[in-house]
């Protein structure tokens, strides 16, 4: 596609359920990010891909928070056990390379509610 | 954890005037990149400014980075309606090997009236 593709684009999960963000990137882009924004906030860096290897996850919460992308493209996020807290705007992004002046671009972010 | 802040938190002005946010950050950097986020959408990005310039131009956005004092300034001129959106600054870590985990600011919403 064009852009970044999320899916659910909304989500209202029960505390307790688990669930599982979808994100396809902009083909062949190499980096693969996620990131959480609270209301209000700015995005805070969760995980990050290279390809199929993730190189970078010191900032998921706690380990009740998985992502993958098993052959470098799509990547899902997967929150075990949801909690009130995990209330927020889960946004994906990719980057044609690695290496910090190459623009990211954004996906439009799965709003997640837990009641 | 917030890389630094953006000053105000909030901006309301008319069309047609000019709108200034100020961002700082904590660390030294390689470059410093601001985006733009409309209501429900996702980033987009607008300018990536490099530790040796001072100031860089894109259509009506003019940025500056004064790296001695660790702060960053973005100015729309001509503001429009549509500039009405939350703007981050943000900047990725120095390290190489780093790729672009980029940190947020705490961004400013600007409202631009008619």
């Known amino acids: 596609g064009a852009g970044v593709s999320q899916s659910p684009r909304y989500k209202v999960a029960k505390r307790g359920q688990d669930v599982a963000l979808r994100c396809d990137p902009i083909s062949g882009h190499v980096s693969l990010f996620w990131y959480q924004q609270a209301l209000g906030q700015g995005p805070e860096f969760l995980t990050y891909f290279q390809n199929e290897a993730q190189l970078d996850k010191s900032g998921l919460p706690s380990d009740r928070f998985f992502a993958e992308r098993p052959e470098g493209s799509v990547s899902t996020l997967k929150i075990q056990r949801t909690q009130q807290e995990d209330s927020a705007v889960y946004l994906c992004?990719?980057?044609?390379?690695?290496?910090?002046?190459?623009?990211?671009?954004f996906g439009e972010g799965s709003w997640l509610t837990v009641v | 954890s917030q890389q630094g802040e953006e000053d105000p938190q909030a901006l309301s002005i008319q069309e047609g005037e000019n709108a200034t946010m100020n961002c700082s950050y904590k660390?030294?950097?390689?470059?410093l990149q601001w985006y733009r986020q409309n209501s429900g959408r996702g980033l987009v990005h607008l300018i990536l400014?490099?530790?040796?310039?001072r100031e860089k131009h894109s259509g009506r956005l003019r940025v500056t980075l004064d790296t001695s004092k660790k702060s960053s300034s973005l100015l729309i001129t001509a503001s429009r309606a549509a500039d009405t959106a939350s703007y981050f600054c943000?900047?990725?870590?120095?390290?190489?090997?780093?790729?672009?985990?980029?940190?947020f600011g705490t961004g400013t919403q600007l409202k631009v009236e008619l």
């Open positions: 660390t030294s950097i390689n470059n």
């Open positions: 992004a990719s980057s044609p390379r690695s290496g910090s002046g190459n623009t990211i671009y």
């Open positions: 943000a900047t990725p870590p120095i390290l190489t090997g780093g790729g672009n985990k980029l940190t």
């Open positions: 400014i490099r530790s040796n310039e």
